[in-house]
């Protein structure tokens, strides 16, 4: 499943990302400290069994005793691995997997190992200057990880580049340029660079470093790991108590990070500081889709459970309030008019709202399920997609406030459909996420009655 995913533009990524290696001793001191993470994630949802503990001790049995002199084979015991050296990971994304520092030593290896050059290897993850790569939050069982797609028009290429393993299940990514590392780390001012913010079921803010092939460590963190208490966590500028549900990077302010979450408040993050300096109240329920305005660095779209889109202004904390027809799925701002937004709600209806206004501008009975994805591009003006859980993506005409659907493609295979985005370097080319076959490519230009409806040319690459 993708829940959520974000593009990134051509000549952003390094051309070399770098490939960190690990010896033996480093490798063993990550999987060391990656288990004692797990440990206490697990500790803090713990609660207080010492009752049925009690209950389970007297059940215990001597499985001497139940031993069937019959079992030849040893039956019972089958699936109970013999000890190994190595060291087992349990949580999200690790379940139940031994890592060993020297893959020599891994039994289930048993081929050779075959010596590749350094530079030979590193040449595989090389990025050309009009390579556009794709960032997914991604879950597969309890494999739990930020896939990154590497997509180039010209030649077609279209393949998982890299992957970063996650302990938590992810629930949302925000792709930002700023340099969240720790200033005492950094030297010099700090460069754009190349990062996702990760949002998941933790409380926590993860920002890791896409050049970076192989990465254990994010380079950031916001907000403090909760302690274990039956006591209800507060909310403030120390961070969130409940999973984060939604990011937005401010591109005017570039420092600053939204972040929304199922406390059902909204953060303002100083990425240079690592702090919160506001804590939005304002939502009554979970705030599931947050958007910076487009040219206006101080307002703030958001929406949630409590079935309202508020527009507010962050130097005086002032907001504006709509209420709609269920739960806000995702919000998106006009890219055509800038006074103008889109929600998505869990009805099925795409509702345009001007903030001018008290009333909504129109209602769309889009989809049979929830609105879950929106998406426009700037480079095909009153171009509206919308995606749902009943497996279609459908592509609007939303000019001059007289909607009407151009196209619908289903994708059944898709189970669901999560998130979608335009690619910002060739805007017909649609990303979709989706609960079943990963991550789908749509070039809207394909359709002819796309093409007719914009008076736009071939698909990409024809």
Known sequence: MIPSLCWISQGIAAEAPHVLKLDAGELNQLIEKTQQNLEIVENEGEVDNSDEDAVAEDKIVDESAMKDDDDEFNMADYDKEDDMDGQKIFGAGLSGVT???????????????????????????KIAPNDNLICCAKL???????????????????????????????????????????????????????????????????????DIIDTSEPVAVLGERLKHSKKKPKIGKKGHSN????????????????????????????????????????????????????????????????????????RTKNNKCWYVDGEVEHLIWDVSNPFSFFAGTSEGSVIAIDIRQENPLYTIAAHDNEVSGLAMTKLVPGLLATCSADKAVKLWHVADNKPSCVTSRAFPEAVSLHCLAFCPDHPTMLAIGALQGGLLMWDVASNKEFRDAFNHPTAVGS
């Open 99 to 125: 890592y060993y520092a020297n893959p020599e030593d891994d039994p289930y290896i048993t081929l050779p190992q075959v010596a590749r050059g350094e530079d030979e290897e590193d040449d595989n993850y």
């Open 243 to 314: 999973a984060v549900m939604s990011l937005s990077w401010n591109k005017h302010s570039q420092n600053i990070l939204a972040s929304g979450s199922a406390d059902h408040s909204i953060l303002l993050w100083d990425l240079e500081t690592g702090l919160a300096k506001e804590c939005l109240t304002h939502h009554k329920d979970k705030v599931q889709t947050l958007c910076w305005h487009l040219a206006e660095g101080t307002t703030l779209l958001s929406g949630g459970y409590d079935q309202t889109c508020q527009v507010t202004d962050c």
């Open 140 to 210: 597969d069982g309890e494999m739990s990880n930020i896939e990154v797609h590497l997509w180039n028009a010209t030649e077609g290429d279209f393949y998982v580049h890299h992957d970063i393993l996650l302990d938590k299940f992810p629930l949302c990514v925000e792709w930002l340029s700023f340099d969240a590392g720790d200033q005492d780390e950094i030297e010099g001012d700090r460069v754009p660079g190349n990062y996702v913010a990760l949002g998941c079921m933790s409380p926590q803010i993860e920002i890791w470093d896409i």
